[in-house]
């Protein structure tokens, strides 16, 4: 297990709630029957449309403020805007999530909706059934493979992430298909997209790659796809503002220059979509 004294304030207090919240769990496994997100990537690749989880975030311990939209409303506009899947906290004293939520959003879309919460401990796979779990390599320590059997049994797909190249090393040797590279250092909270770039050619082509955190804008999309990214996991940049349009301009990022290059019409990439102000993502 980690050092507790590396984390930010902020995440040794969500782990320590975390325990807690796995000390109360039910006691009944779930069975799920989950929706398959590599076929939704794939579909989404189908149709020119980079692969976008979404990510319903009411609030965050970096973020301003909260968003007290309703999530179902907020979920139904990621997909109108062409969100391959959805991503739902249900952490809910540091993300105002809940697994209600998460329940009520999955019930109206038809995408993979992954969970994401800091799940350390068996009984809290139970809480509530979703596509997909996240497993926090570094959070999870040597439990890594039993938590990844155990969330497999119950039926869930697996996103397994990591920060630097020892955890992606754990991660692989645990048997992730899935892995999700985290730019927020959750030492400090800072975002940097270089980590996703540095860690990504580590990572075997038969497993799904996912870029986290810091996406705020087409060219970071770019970006992130240049290094190897299979689909990227957004949330405060889409949750800023109209949900539907910001979800849009991202999954297409691609679609514009490609357009323009593949009619032949146009010589070099024009970057049309690239107005919004990324120096304003929050961390
Ligand atoms: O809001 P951002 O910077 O787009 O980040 C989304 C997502 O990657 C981030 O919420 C996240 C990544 N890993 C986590 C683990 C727990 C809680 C949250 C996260």
Do not use: C
């Not at 739902?88 to 909706?113: I, K, N, Q």
């Not at 926090?136 to 969330?151: K, N, Q």
Request: proline share 5%.
């Amino acid at each position: 297990m980690d050092d507790p004294d590396e984390l930010a304030p902020a995440v040794r207090s969500i782990l320590s709630a975390a325990r807690e919240r796995a000390d109360a769990g039910s006691g009944e496994s779930v069975s799920v029957a989950s929706r398959d997100l590599s076929a939704a990537f794939e579909r989404a690749e189908t149709d020119g449309r980079v692969p976008v989880i979404a990510e319903v975030k009411p609030t965050s311990p970096t973020t301003d403020g909260a968003r007290d939209d309703d999530p179902v409303a907020l979920a139904e506009g990621m997909v109108a805007g062409g969100a391959a899947a959805l991503s739902v906290l249900t952490e809910p004293e540091h993300f105002g999530g809940s697994v209600d939520t998460l329940e009520r959003v999955r019930d109206a879309v038809d995408v993979p909706v992954l969970r994401k919460d800091f799940v350390v401990d068996e009984g809290q796979l139970d809480a509530v059934e979703s596509d997909v779990v996240l497993l926090i390599a570094r959070f999870v320590g040597d439990d890594l493979p039993d938590l990844l059997a155990a969330a497999r049994d119950r039926g869930f797909q697996v996103l397994v992430e990591v920060h630097d190249r020892g955890e992606l090393e754990r991660a692989l040797d645990a048997g992730a298909t899935t892995v999700g590279v985290n730019n927020r250092d959750l030492a400090e909270l800072v975002v940097d997209l270089e980590t996703f770039e540095s860690v990504a050619p580590g990572v075997p082509d038969d497993v799904a790659l996912i870029a986290e955190s810091g996406i705020g804008s087409p060219a970071d999309v770019r970006r992130m796809r240049a290094a190897g990214a299979d689909a990227l996991l957004v949330g405060s940049a889409i949750m800023d503002g109209d949900v539907e349009a910001n979800t849009r301009e991202l999954v297409r990022a691609e679609a514009d220059g490609d357009g323009a290059a593949e009619g032949g019409a146009v010589a070099d990439e024009e970057d049309v979509s690239d107005t919004r102000d990324t120096t304003e993502t929050p961390t």
